[in-house]
């Protein structure tokens, strides 16, 4: 997610900085991650690799790539390029609006179409699922673009909704903050939308109390969000059941 993250939030810049619409560069951005974790899959899903092992390599891929390419636009100092916000609607900016849109059309299908259903078993039982002549790698392709798509719309709006402007470290661990809050929400779409609704007015008091103080460091208030996550992880590590399959290659008949 982080390398994902990443993507989107560069590729959004690179199209807003070339004189792109904010909505071109928002969905650039979803383009961006699409194509990431298509790269992924290719390795994770048809070569059967390591789901971790890989997923960290996309990370430094990512974070090595993205500080070449824009110490390269901006040149060695790497001076600030701004980028046009997307437009407002109402008290929310289009990226929100589409996010929360997108998410609720994720947690309808999670719940109440087959699709919800065959995507949980490519998780937890793939057996049964081929079994039932379903195609474990297709569902799993699918997770894989889908949370890619994601991703990138959510590094893009980083660039395009909330800072009009990119830096190689914009992401600043929210994919892995990310991950946490679905083992948070015990892998159920509206809980863990709910925990980063939390994360996200963490991150809110973070600037409210670099502004005031607070008698506390600013490092300390930068942090809020992460040591809330590892607060998490610590607490229901050791309760939370992921599927049984995640991160497990498939192969079948064994």
Same mark, same amino acid.
Not at 12 to 25: E, K, Q, T, W
Not at 136 to 154: D, K, Q, T
Not at 186 to 200: G, I, K, N, Q
């Given at each position: 997610?982080?390398?994902?993250?990443?993507?989107?939030?560069?590729?959004?810049?690179?199209?807003?900085?070339?004189? #792109?619409?904010?909505?071109?560069?928002?969905?650039?951005?979803?383009?961006?991650? !699409? %194509?990431?974790?298509?790269? *992924?899959?290719?390795?994770?899903?048809? #070569?059967?690799?390591?789901?971790?092992?890989?997923?960290?390599?996309?990370?430094? %891929?990512?974070?090595?790539?993205?500080?070449? !390419?824009?110490? +390269?636009?901006?040149?060695?100092?790497?001076?600030? =390029? $701004? =980028?046009? +916000?997307?437009?407002?609607? /109402?008290?929310?900016?289009?990226?929100?609006?589409?996010?929360?849109?997108?998410?609720?059309?994720? =947690?309808?299908?999670?719940?109440? +179409?087959?699709?919800?259903?065959?995507?949980?078993?490519?998780?937890?039982?793939?057996?049964?699922?081929?079994?039932?002549?379903?195609?474990?790698?297709?569902?799993?392709?699918?997770?894989?673009?889908?949370? /890619?798509?994601?991703?990138? *719309?959510?590094?893009?709006? @980083?660039?395009?909704?909330?800072?009009? $402007?990119?830096?190689?470290?914009? &992401?600043?661990?929210?994919?892995? &903050?990310? !991950?946490?809050?679905?083992?948070?929400?015990?892998?159920?779409?509206?809980?863990?939308?709910?925990?980063?609704?939390?994360?996200?007015?963490?991150? #809110?008091?973070?600037?409210?109390?670099?502004?005031?103080? /607070?008698? @506390?460091?600013?490092?300390?208030? $930068?942090?809020?969000?992460?040591?809330?996550?590892?607060?998490? %992880? %610590?607490? =229901?590590?050791?309760?939370?059941?992921?599927? $049984?399959?995640?991160?497990?290659?498939?192969?079948?008949?064994?």
């Amino acid at each position: 997610l982080e390398g994902c993250l990443l993507f989107g939030a560069y590729a959004a810049f690179a199209v807003g900085a070339d004189g #792109g619409s904010p909505l071109l560069a928002f969905a650039a951005g979803g383009g961006a991650g !699409l %194509l990431a974790t298509f790269g *992924l899959g290719a390795f994770v899903v048809k #070569g059967r690799a390591d789901a971790v092992v890989a997923g960290t390599a996309l990370n430094l %891929l990512a974070l090595g790539l993205a500080q070449v !390419l824009f110490k +390269r636009r901006t040149g060695t100092t790497g001076g600030l =390029v $701004s =980028v046009e +916000r997307l437009p407002a609607i /109402g008290p929310f900016d289009a990226g929100t609006i589409a996010l929360l849109a997108l998410a609720a059309i994720v =947690v309808w299908l999670l719940k109440y +179409r087959a699709f919800g259903t065959l995507l949980r078993a490519a998780g937890e039982a793939p057996e049964a699922l081929t079994a039932a002549g379903r195609s474990v790698s297709g569902m799993r392709w699918a997770a894989i673009l889908i949370s /890619g798509l994601f991703a990138g *719309l959510g590094g893009a709006y @980083l660039v395009v909704g909330v800072t009009g $402007s990119f830096s190689p470290g914009i &992401v600043g661990g929210r994919g892995f &903050v990310a !991950l946490a809050m679905v083992a948070f929400g015990r892998w159920r779409p509206v809980a863990a939308m709910l925990a980063a609704f939390f994360v996200a007015v963490l991150e #809110g008091l973070q600037f409210l109390g670099q502004a005031g103080g /607070g008698g @506390l460091p600013p490092q300390l208030w $930068s942090a809020l969000p992460a040591l809330t996550a590892l607060g998490v %992880l %610590l607490v =229901v590590g050791r309760t939370n059941r992921a599927p $049984s399959g995640l991160g497990v290659p498939y192969r079948k008949g064994r």
